[in-house]
Every structure is written in C-alpha cells, then in structure tokens.
C-alpha cells in the first residue's frame, strides 16, 4: 500500500519548514528498507520520474512481482534489490536524500534495528531526512495484550493461513463475549475486534502474528538516535507535536516540564499515543522551530476539504468543513472560506500561496478583508488549518486541473494495473483510494477507446451476465438499469478525477 506520509514532497516540505535544506522532492534518491514488492515507492516513482528510487526486501518472492510491475510500467527510475540490512554492502548504494522504513524499527530483532540506525547516518546526505515508523509505550501494551491472546490461541497452528483463519474465527468469539462485558476496556476489545475483521491479512499477521512486535518509550528511541548520530526532527503529522491541542491546562503544565524529560513523551501519555511516524536528520543539523506567517509564502497549498452545506456563511460566522474521513474542520474567517472553496475547486492542483492570495483579492468586494489587520487574521488561521492538517503544504505548485473532461476517459497505467492487482489505487498525493467492485470494473473501461455511452453499454452487459452487481440495486428494467449505471457512472468520473488518475484527456 502506499503510505501517504512517506511521500518524499511531503517529507521536502517538512524539512523546509524548520529551516533544513533538503532535495527537492522532483529530483532526489530516495531508499526504502522493507519495500515488499514496492507499493509505496514505485507509485512515488511514476510520481517523480526525474528522482531515483531503490527499495530493499528480504523476501525474493515479493522483489519478484514489483520487477515484473516495474518492467510492466516501463519505470527505468526505481529498483528492488532482494537483500538483508544485517549485510548490506554500503558502498554499491551510495548516498540518498530519503529514507523511509515503514514498518519495520518495531517489527526487526535488535540487531537489524540498530544496524538500520546505523545506515540512516551513513547513507544520508547532510541534509537527508528519514523516517520511521514505530509502536509506543505505555499506550501500546493494551493493543499488545490482544496481540497475546492471539499468539496463543495459534502458537501450535504452523501455516500462515491456517493462523490467520483461526485468527478470524477467535476474533468473533471474543467480540461476542466483550460486547456483553459495558467496561471501557471490554469495548476497546470490541472496537478492536471488528477492526481487525475488516483489515487486510498482512495487517493483522504482520502486527499481531510476527514473531517480534517491540514498542518504545519516545524518549528510547530519542537517546537510541543519539547513539548514532541521529537526531529527532518531528512527527509526519504535526498536529500531534502540540500540547495547545489538548487544552490550555496541559499547554500550561508541558511549560513547567524539565528540559531533561522531552515534552514529545508526556504528550505520548496524555494522548494515549500508541504509534509514531517520525522524521530524523543528522545530529549536526539544527532545526528552527519558530514557524512565522510569513512562512506560508514559500510553500503552495492544497487541501480536501469541502464544506456539506449548501451556502457557505456570512461574516465571521463559524463555518464547517470536512475530510474524506469524516473529520469536522471549523473556520470563521471569511477568507479562509473562500479559500477552502477555491482549494476544494482546483483540486488536486497546489496553488502557490501567493497565487491564492491573489484570486481571492479577486473575488473579495469588502475592502476590510483586505487590509494587513484582516490577512494577519486570515494567516493564524490558515497556519491553524495546516498544524491540524486540514490544509497541506508543498514546495512546488501543481498545475491545476483541467476544466473539461474528454467523452473518452482514460486513466494512467500506474492506476490501470493498480486496479487489475488489488483493491486500492493510489492517488496523485500518495493517499490510499479504496475500490469497490464496481469501481475496479469500470477502471478497466477507462482505456480511452470507449465513450461515456459505450461505457455504459459494457457495464450494462455486465450486470445483466451477472458478473457484476450494482450496489444496492435490484432493478432488472435495462432501462432503469441504464440510469443508474449512468449516474454511478458520472459519480466515480468526479472521485476519480479528484484522486488525479486521468491521462491523455484530448
């Protein structure tokens, strides 16, 4: 899967935000320990076709199947090298920009991970950035207790397979006896339980089923670093680094707190935090913290946001808007409104922050709004928006999206196999897009040959031979039928079109 923190324009814009000079993400070399079979660089790779990439996994089977998706793409910027950390020759990798280890610090006996610590400073750049992904205590324990019992229950069960569905099955025992059980640990088990029924297998046998699964106090990992010249620069979502978003009262006691005990571990107790995904630099580099509103001018911004109201409000009147997840957003002033509206037109593009500036001077016709008092006051909330990542910031802008959309819709080949491989795509910004079935049958029309209207005609066929069932209809009038693949149709072109998957659209 493709992890959206890990990807190198955000990592780029991190890095610059608290004053280090890394590559840029266009043209870098990027490393991943723990590649898999690279679904998370090789979507990177298709991302940025002048940087480099090379991804190292111990498992042959899974270099195997990325070489062969990497040869199917025609990428000749990314390779998936079958080796061991443990014996890694240095010399033949050269220097990169990134690292990444997703899953992997916690998940490795102490020797692998500490020889992994070694690499990160010696194969960064001076300017280099890594991450890594981690479990925490004390919050992890909880979730560690269930991965236990789960242990037990398959400690005589040799076949992966066989665990996983003795898994699954002792999964719905347990969920059905805490639903019963009102006490708050019961109906964290609960929520876990039917969690872990919906994940992907190697989710749960790589979380709950490997033989190591280690968590870490922050301030471990803090001195671990240390230990090799490393250093901790921030968390991928910087919304987590933040005391104030927990209430003034625990802002105030993070400020008595000694400069011996790092205020990141305290926020790991008061948020019952169980996982981390951090960033590091070398030791030497020295961060500045101080984020200034002037800042914002250096990046471009886009955003997910969208409002589910109809009208957006007037003057300073609180307005709500939300991600593809659920999460409510709310802001006040009115050119925070219209810029989340134009973002929420545009996107996926980034528009250099001077450039929305300047279209919303365009549309503003109150001169209040435009004075330096009333863009102070639009920039503290704006700057609010990106530290709860409601709003996203990149060093370059990206080219807005086209207005019309051909009758002959093809997407790009990265989505193409995507689509015949599995059941996500990735998106132009590294986020996982989910697939229903119905999704993945159409993708496999949208090869520009076809019509909106042959299209149709296809997926009708389709459902009428029974190898395809239209979500929640049991209609068979091939008329009706018709009108509703329609509309479902023009409803999947618009999430598609948002995920920035579309090509050749003349």
């Known amino acids: 899967l493709p992890i959206p923190e890990t990807a190198v324009w955000r990592l780029e814009t991190l890095g610059r935000l608290f004053g280090l000079s890394p590559a840029p993400a266009a043209t870098c070399r990027v490393l991943e320990f723990g590649c898999a079979s690279g679904g998370n660089i090789l979507p990177m790779a298709w991302q940025c076709p002048d940087s480099a990439f090379v991804g190292i996994e111990l498992a042959e089977n899974q270099v195997q199947v990325g070489r062969a998706q990497i040869i199917e793409l025609g990428l000749e910027n990314i390779q998936l090298l079958q080796a061991d950390i443990l014996t890694l020759d240095v010399k033949a990798l050269g220097k990169f920009d990134y690292i990444i280890a997703h899953g992997v610090y916690s998940w490795v006996p102490a020797a692998v991970r500490l020889r992994m610590l070694e690499l990160y400073k010696q194969l960064l750049n001076p300017h280099g950035l890594g991450f890594i992904s981690y479990n925490t205590l004390p919050a992890w324990r909880t979730r560690g207790a269930m991965r236990e019992m789960l242990q037990y229950h398959v400690r005589d069960i040799p076949s992966p397979t066989a665990r996983l569905e003795a898994v699954r099955q002792f999964l719905s025992v347990m969920e059905g006896v805490y639903s019963n059980n009102p006490s708050p640990l019961a109906q964290f088990y609960v929520e876990e339980c039917q969690v872990l029924q919906r994940a992907h297998p190697s989710y749960i046998y790589h979380e709950y089923l490997e033989e190591d699964n280690n968590a870490f106090y922050f301030e471990d990992v803090q001195n671990e670093l240390g230990n090799f010249g490393l250093r901790y620069l921030c968390e991928s979502n910087l919304n987590t680094m933040f005391g104030s978003a927990l209430g003034d009262e625990v802002e105030t006691f993070l400020e008595g707190v000694p400069i011996t005990k790092p205020q990141e571990q305290y926020l790991d ?65 009115p050119l925070s409104k ?100 119905f999704g993945r049958r159409l993708l496999g029309y949208l090869d520009g040959s076809r019509t909106r209207t042959k299209i149709i005609d296809a997926l009708l066929i389709d459902v009428q031979n029974g190898l395809l069932v239209l979500p929640g209809s049991h209609d068979k009038n091939p008329g009706r039928l018709r009108q509703e693949l329609q509309n479902n149709l023009e409803r999947l072109i618009i999430v598609f079109k948002r995920q920035g998957i579309f090509t050749g659209l003349e």
């Open 269 to 333: 107790f008061l948020r019952l935090r169980p996982f981390r995904q951090t960033i590091i630099c070398h030791a030497e580099v020295v961060p500045n913290y101080e984020i200034g509103l002037e800042d914002l001018d250096r990046f471009a911004v886009y955003s997910k946001l969208s409002s589910p109201a109809k009208e957006i409000s007037s003057g300073n009147k609180p307005q709500s808007f939300a991600n593809a997840e659920g999460r409510q957003y709310s802001v006040s002033h």
């Open 338 to 437: 219209l810029a989340l509206l134009e973002m929420q037109r545009v996107y996926p593009a980034a528009l250099a922050y001077t450039e929305l500036w300047q279209r919303l001077q365009a549309q503003v016709k109150d001169a209040r709004l435009l004075t330096n008092a009333a863009q102070v006051e639009w920039r503290n909330e704006m700057l609010g928006l990106f530290l709860r990542d409601g709003i996203r910031l990149v060093v370059e802008p990206r080219t807005p999206v086209e207005e019309g959309m051909s009758d002959r819709l093809k997407i790009t080949s990265l989505a193409r196999q995507q689509a015949e491989n599995g059941e996500h795509l990735s998106s132009c910004w590294h986020d996982i897009v989910q697939l229903d079935e």
